[in-house]
């Protein structure tokens, strides 16, 4: 891991900027989750329908508090043998938390990263929105190669990295049921 890829990736990000990066599974393309108008330009380069919400990482719990909330029987013990780790999980949201963020649902879409890369960067910045790189319907990109086909010069940086061992987007789960939205095999609500 290059620190200074690191920093430099990390001031982009604190000044408006959208990334690529390397998650447990695809490169993803990040902002901050808070930024209207840098979550706007992903929307954009993906071609993403803003009613499917998108999905934040952070590098510990405690920097998706501002998001999440944890009242109402969600298991922390559930969440926690997960994380840090490749599950997504969707859990009510806080009020207040943006639309752009949770597009037509009542919770948001989170996971505390077990990727160095990506926790690294989320302890420099604070949580970021995580979304496959690729345009929606083409399969997402696993090497900063495959981002820049993709993208050409419309982001503002590329994090050098390799992905991790998983070969799929990460399996996303309701916190109040369980249920599995999307495992490796089928994406059933479109959060990649």
Known sequence: MNRWHLRKAARILNTGGVIAYPTEAVFGLGCRPWDAGAVARILTLKRRDPAKGLIVIAAEIEQLAPLIDLNGGISMDELQSTWPGPVTWVIPARPGVPQWLRGNHAGIAVRVTAHP????????????????????????????????????????????????????????????????????????????
Request: hydrophobic share 35%; charged share 25%; with cysteine.
């Open 117 to 192: 890369v990506a926790g690294e960067l989320c302890r420099l910045t604070g949580p970021l929105i995580s979304t496959s790189a690729n345009p929606e319907g083409l399969a997402p990109a696993r090497t900063g190669i495959r981002v820049r086909a993709y993208f050409r010069d419309q982001l503002d940086c590329i994090l050098p990295g390799k992905v991790g061992d998983h070969a799929s987007p990460t399996e996303i789960r309701r916190a109040d049921s369980g249920e599995v939205l999307r495992s490796a095999a089928k994406d059933l609500i479109g959060l990649s």
